[in-house]
């Protein structure tokens, strides 16, 4: 173990290299400029290599410095989940995510109490957006975005496979004997999803009589409430629509369904640093959430 930098060090040349700024790695750790240039020079001389190029303004990583890197991000992280593992201890804290409207609204927020009575320390910020930003924002610990997986400046890490079903009022779903009997029903098309009718219909061998939707809305809630009321199908998450036929407020007249297409991911910005204990706690959560 003689051979181990300082963890001091590491911390500070972490910070440094993510933030680019030895004035803004101190910011975050509570420390001086003086004190984390301090303790970089101390960590170059320990090993014999320069890490950073220095300028007036900012910080740059040498070739060294990019090598060593990643080791000293995973050391740091293995060690805190350790000794979370091991120790355990209260997890407290606010925690804040987004999360596209309906998934808020429709998957995350049902389940909120159920989570919050396990961890009854933390403090959940559920923020909604109807369309996801390309870039994420600061004061927000991480993301829930549906899509490809692919957002310049951010990591995605998939939550699971989605399925659309179609859902209609419990009233007309009386009415309703074969998945044909759908085309005669008024149908809503979500924005922001491909219109998935003519796919859902193609792979029962069945025609679109009808290609054009009888409603457009932006939401899934939006389209939710005017099946509720009686105003025809649509085709909404299963992880959304299972739970509210469960509850009697719509009806999922047939088994079949088909993949959605995309996927919702958990988005951290690019060189993040290591998540805190209470927002490891929310993400595993959420992992378990989606993946059921």
């Known amino acids: 173990m003689d051979s181990l930098p300082n963890l001091l060090w590491l911390r500070s040349f972490e910070a440094a290299s993510r933030l680019g700024s030895f004035t803004a790695a101190g910011v975050e750790l509570g420390l001086t400029q003086a004190a984390v240039?301090?303790?970089?020079?101390?960590?170059?001389?320990?090993?014999?290599?320069?890490?950073?190029?220095?300028?007036t303004r900012k910080v740059d990583l040498t070739e060294s410095g990019r090598a060593y890197l990643p080791a000293v991000r995973k050391a740091l992280q293995d060690l805190a989940k350790s000794t979370e593992n091991l120790f355990g201890g209260k997890i407290s804290g606010a925690v804040t995510l987004?999360?596209?409207?309906?998934?808020?609204?429709?998957?995350?927020?049902?389940?909120?109490?159920a989570f919050l009575e396990s961890q009854p320390e933390l403090n959940i910020r559920l923020l909604s957006a109807i369309w996801a930003d390309t870039a994420l924002e600061t004061n927000i610990d991480?993301?829930?975005?549906?899509g490809a997986g692919q957002w310049p400046g951010c990591q995605a890490e998939k939550l699971g496979d989605d399925f659309v079903?179609?859902?209609?009022?419990?009233?007309?779903?009386?009415?309703?004997?074969?998945?044909?009997?759908?085309?005669?029903?008024?149908?809503?098309?979500?924005?922001?999803?491909?219109?998935h009718w003519p796919r859902f219909f193609e792979t029962l061998a069945l025609p679109v009589h009808s290609p054009?939707?009888?409603?457009?809305?932006?939401?899934?809630?939006?389209?939710?409430?005017?099946?509720?009321s009686g105003g025809g199908?649509?085709?909404?998450?299963?992880?959304?629509?299972?739970?509210?036929?469960?509850?009697?407020?719509?009806?999922?007249?047939?088994?079949?369904?088909?993949p959605l297409g995309q996927?919702?991911?958990l988005i951290h910005r690019q060189n993040a640093p290591p998540s805190?204990?209470?927002?490891?706690?929310?993400?595993?959560?959420?992992r378990e959430l989606f993946g059921s």
């Open 263 to 265: 996927g919702h991911y």
């Open 165 to 195: 079903v179609p859902v209609c009022s419990p009233f007309l779903a009386k009415g309703l004997k074969t998945p044909a009997d759908l085309l005669k029903l008024p149908r809503a098309h979500i924005l922001g999803f491909d219109d």
């Open 98 to 113: 987004r999360a596209p409207i309906s998934v808020a609204t429709l998957v995350i927020a049902p389940a909120l109490a």
């Open 142 to 146: 991480f993301e829930i975005r549906l």
């Open 233 to 258: 199908a649509a085709l909404l998450l299963e992880r959304a629509a299972r739970p509210l036929a469960a509850s009697g407020r719509i009806a999922i007249p047939f088994k079949e369904k088909i």
């Open 276 to 286: 805190r204990p209470a927002v490891r706690v929310t993400e595993n959560w959420l």
């Open 212 to 228: 054009t939707p009888s409603v457009t809305v932006d939401t899934s809630i939006a389209a939710l409430e005017w099946v509720s």
């Open 37 to 55: 240039s301090g303790h970089i020079s101390a960590l170059e001389t320990r090993l014999g290599h320069a890490l950073f190029h220095r300028t």
